[in-house]
């Protein structure tokens, strides 16, 4: 995302897949919340350095690294989400000032952030307690998600054996770009 894609964000606000949240030297249990409630949705952005009424007030980028690096450890502790939401970070200059965009993808599992289950709704994270939102929402990601799915009457005849071999070099340098991409984001 470029500056003036950031703009227009900025200019449209708050919404079901946008959240502003400033951010000092270290993300919020706010933002937290909000990472839960966009897997459990349809996902968004989060952009950290950004108040709620779309100022850009900017982190300091002495602490970038150390902020993309708690959120991943946060999101990654079990204590802490029940399920491993997936995020991607990506910083942003604006105005001469840094924006951190952390991007949740819609999960193909309900989470919970401290044992409470979030869903957004417009532009607020709400916790569910409810038995009939979080069936409901269980429900939801089973139309969404197949990854959970058993096909009864799936056949290996139904399946093109003959792409295999042409499908696995290809799968293999995906593979390797993946890793080689990680990598290079997560290490100094």
């Not at 959240?19 to 919020?28: S, T, Y």
């Not at 982190?59 to 995020?87: C, D, H, T, W, Y």
């Not at 951190?100 to 309900?110: D, L, T």
């Not at 969404?144 to 340098?173: A, T, W």
Request: net charge neutral; proline share 5%; glycine share 6%.
């Amino acid at each position: 995302m470029n500056a003036a894609e950031l703009a227009a964000v900025l200019e449209r606000g708050e919404n079901i897949s946008v959240e502003f949240k400033r951010c000092g030297v270290q993300p919020e249990p706010d933002v937290f919340e909000t990472v839960c409630s966009f897997n459990n949705r349809f996902g968004g952005s989060i952009f950290l350095g950004v108040l709620d009424d779309g100022t850009v007030q900017g982190i300091n980028r002495g602490q970038a690294m150390s902020i993309e690096r708690n959120l991943v450890n946060v999101v990654n502790n079990p204590k802490v989400f029940n399920v491993a939401p997936a995020i991607e970070t990506e910083r942003i200059e604006y105005d001469d000032k840094l924006v951190i965009r952390v991007w949740v993808p819609a999960g193909p599992s309900v989470v919970s952030f401290k044992h409470v289950i979030y869903d957004r709704v417009d532009d607020v994270d709400r916790s569910i307690t409810s038995e009939t939102q979080i069936a409901q929402m269980h429900i939801r990601k089973q139309n969404h998600f197949n990854e959970q799915c058993v096909y009864r009457y799936l056949k290996l005849s139904d399946f093109r054996i003959d792409l295999l071999p042409m499908m696995h070099p290809i799968m293999r340098g995906l593979n390797m770009k993946l890793r080689m991409m990680l990598m290079n984001r997560y290490l100094p």
